[in-house]
């Protein structure tokens, strides 16, 4: 009979000492900067997971992007995979053998199938009953024969935004079409089929400069010679070399860079090998506002634009080229004169629209269509000015409509001026221009500008109050109109930016702490937009998207259980923030209490949840002094909590605490589903009231309990 044996442990392959490095590139036509970044984080991670299941452990792994290359450079890999022990399950140790203990023809078919033999038996115990067993010894395949296998796959692994299929019936899709194959290990090319391309040790310098191919014999072959050929794969070194070629070419003239980080990372993913370059323009230019300059030099050519003193625009940019430097100034030379013509119309369109007034052009958005269902842009400048009726009494401050009532045309009414025509990423930045140019107050002008912040979760809120106001007006016009119309944003499409919207609801609300029900201004609103009916009975459509990233933004600074203990409970922004900071604060004041609370709280709403209907609470009908004692802490606690103003969220928390022990003795004491029908009912009507009071401030039942 076999004797039972201890588990192995997984031994290293013969070859764990000989290491080599594995080089994988993946050639392309031009795939979006944007694409890039997470495309190089992808690479890696799943490079890390096919090779950890593969056991083919590297020292380390680096991934690189260039626009033409996604690169995979893995150092250190083993020649092998390391040799290790399985186990196998095989039938029943009782139906295994037969009554003279021979082996029954299960336990034979399942040696044969395993290719094991009678002497690496033994009993394997598991769900309380005994199997045979079997331990084998695996060894670890060679690298050369697992990476072809795996490494196709690796390659399909990568998503990204937008795909493109350009195989005639392959459904295969890549970020753009994929060109050639090159993959090498150690000095040997690997061969593999993917894409319909097979891998090889070929691979192409910088398309312009040199297209021929060339072979590299080892991963630092291909490195040493890419470079001579115009491309560096890495990103951090294309960074480093514009931004040195830029310091200086800047300080021959004592120049500063205007340099947003997000259009630098888009130069960067869009350069093979990154030359920094100094381009003059007319000064006749500098007349317009920098703004259009700025904008037609970063926003459409991706020029880097150069300040001079006191931070004003200089009649110079910075272009980086694909290629190495241009030594006659030919590039330069032919980026001005893209520039120049760009600054031409910027500058005839900034004449021709001052001589028309913001107020003149506001007739004009009746002739602009805003959304089907929803009439034109001048009907929504109409629904946010009654927005902006409506909302000051709501968050407690004071406007004068008579003096800035009209602001809420004026700020729609730049979107017909021939610069934003052209420069749409403008909006209300000219808007702004064109009202100080037109002797209006600052507070207009001002607003005109921020009633489209925030932007973006990080972005600046607006700074003045009826910037904030306006702001708030013209995003909830958006978010209740569309909602009224049925529209609703998916996982993957928000055309209208209804998310942006809503994010930026809850952050000036919550910056300028500003109580406002959602729900009921939607209600209270809904006679502003044409179908009435049909917004308010998309009210909780909207106000579950709303609490949906209101839960999502306020997640960032409290515990996720305390927002969702109070996202339910109210609309109001301020006050979900302000309860989940008093849970924040109370739990950590008594460890015991806090959990006293959660426990009660949690027992009290499982027990009375299911009760669809319950009579009239009826304190003379009590038969335990348990009983009484709480109802009379119920009564007590509910004149000191009314004598609480609303807002003073850490005080009523800390008083729905002090229920907790009373509760607790309650339910230590009294056996509340008794057969006595009328005593139950009872007992339960005073739990659903202590329920209902709890669960008017928080959900409590949605926090854990933790000793």
Not at 481 to 486: A, P
Request: proline share 7%; charged share 25%; aromatic share 8%.
């Amino acid at each position: 009979m076999p004797r039972n044996k201890t588990p192995l442990p997984a031994s290293p392959s013969g070859g764990e000492e000989r290491r080599q490095d594995l080089l994988l590139e993946i050639g392309t036509e031009e795939i979006p900067a944007r694409f890039l970044p997470a495309a190089v984080r992808q690479l890696e991670e799943s490079a890390k997971r096919i090779l950890a299941d593969a056991r083919l452990p590297a020292k380390s792994i680096a991934a690189y992007a260039t626009p033409c290359r996604l690169v995979l450079h893995v150092m250190g890999l083993p020649a092998a995979a390391a040799t290790r022990v399985v186990e196998k399950s095989g039938p029943p140790w009782d139906a295994a053998f037969d009554a003279a203990g021979k082996p029954t023809a299960a336990l034979t078919g399942f040696l044969k199938s395993s290719g094991a033999a009678a002497k690496d038996i033994f009993k394997l115990e598991k769900k309380d009953r005994v199997f045979v067993g079997v331990r084998l010894t695996e060894k670890g395949r060679t690298a050369g024969i697992i990476l072809p296998q795996v490494l196709p796959g690796l390659i399909s692994s990568l998503h990204f935004p937008k795909n493109m299929r350009w195989r005639t019936g392959d459904p295969s899709a890549f970020a753009r079409p994929i060109r050639w194959i090159l993959c090498i290990l150690g000095r040997k090319a690997l061969r593999f089929t993917a894409y319909g391309l097979t891998a090889s040790a070929r691979t192409f310098g910088n398309k312009f400069f040199f297209p021929k191919p060339f072979r590299p014999s080892t991963a630092a072959d291909y490195f040493r010679h890419l470079e001579k050929r115009g491309v560096m794969v890495s990103a951090g070194r294309r960074r480093e070399k514009i931004l040195k070629e830029t310091r200086r070419l800047l300080a021959r003239k004592n120049f500063k860079c205007d340099m947003p980080e997000a259009l630098l990372s888009e130069v960067v993913h869009l350069t093979e090998y990154p030359t920094a370059l100094l381009g003059r323009f007319d000064e006749r230019f500098l007349d317009i506002p920098d703004v259009i300059l700025k904008s037609a030099m970063t926003h459409h050519q991706r020029y880097f634009p150069v300040l001079g003193r006191g931070g004003k625009i200089a009649p110079y940019f910075l272009v980086v080229r694909n290629g190495p430097p241009d030594r006659r100034q030919v590039v330069a030379r032919g980026n001005a004169r893209v520039l120049t013509a760009r600054f031409s119309d910027a500058k005839y369109f900034f004449e021709n629209d001052r001589k028309k007034k913001l107020a003149d052009r506001i007739e004009g958005l009746k002739r602009v269509v805003h959304l089907e269902g929803l009439g034109s842009l001048h009907d929504r400048a109409r629904r946010i000015r009654d927005l902006m009726v409506i909302l000051p009494p709501r968050i407690g401050v004071e406007i004068d409509l008579e003096r800035y009532g009209e602001v809420a045309y004026l700020c729609k009414a730049d979107l017909l001026t021939e610069v934003v025509g052209e420069f749409p990423e403008l909006q209300g930045t000219m808007g702004r221009i064109y009202a100080q140019l037109e002797g209006q107050p600052p507070e207009i002008s001002d607003a005109i500008a921020e009633h489209y912040l925030p932007k973006g979760p990080q972005d600046d809120l607006p700074a003045s109050p009826l910037g904030a106001l306006l702001a708030l007006a013209d995003k909830f016009e958006l978010l209740f109109g569309v909602f009224s119309l049925g529209i609703r944003p998916t996982a993957s499409a928000d055309p209208y930016g209804l998310r942006r919207a809503a994010i930026g609801i809850s952050r000036i609300l919550l910056a300028r702490a500003w109580h406002l029900p959602v729900g009921k201004l939607a209600e209270s609103a809904s006679h502003i937009f044409p179908d009435a009916a049909a917004l308010k009975t998309a009210v909780p459509a909207a106000l579950d998207f709303f609490r949906g990233r209101l839960e999502a933004q306020l997640k960032e600074t409290y515990p996720a259980e305390f927002v969702a203990a109070c996202i339910n409970v109210s609309d109001d922004p301020c006050e979900v923030a302000g309860k989940a900071e008093a849970l924040r604060k109370v739990s950590a004041e008594s460890k015991t209490r806090w959990v006293t609370l959660l426990r009660t709280a949690k027992r009290a709403h499982n027990i009375v949840r299911a009760e669809a209907s319950l009579p009239a609470l009826n304190a003379g009908a009590f038969r335990q002094t348990e009983e009484t004692a709480l109802y009379q802490a119920f009564k007590t606690w509910q004149t000191k909590v009314g004598a609480l103003p609303d807002r003073k969220y850490t005080d009523r928390l800390r008083a729905i605490v002090e229920m907790a022990d009373p509760l607790n003795q309650f339910f230590e004491k009294v056996f509340v589903m008794v057969d006595d029908a009328d005593l139950k009912n009872n007992r339960l009507a005073l739990i659903r009231s202590i329920s209902e009071a709890f669960r008017s401030y928080a959900e409590f039942d949605k926090i854990a309990v933790t000793d």
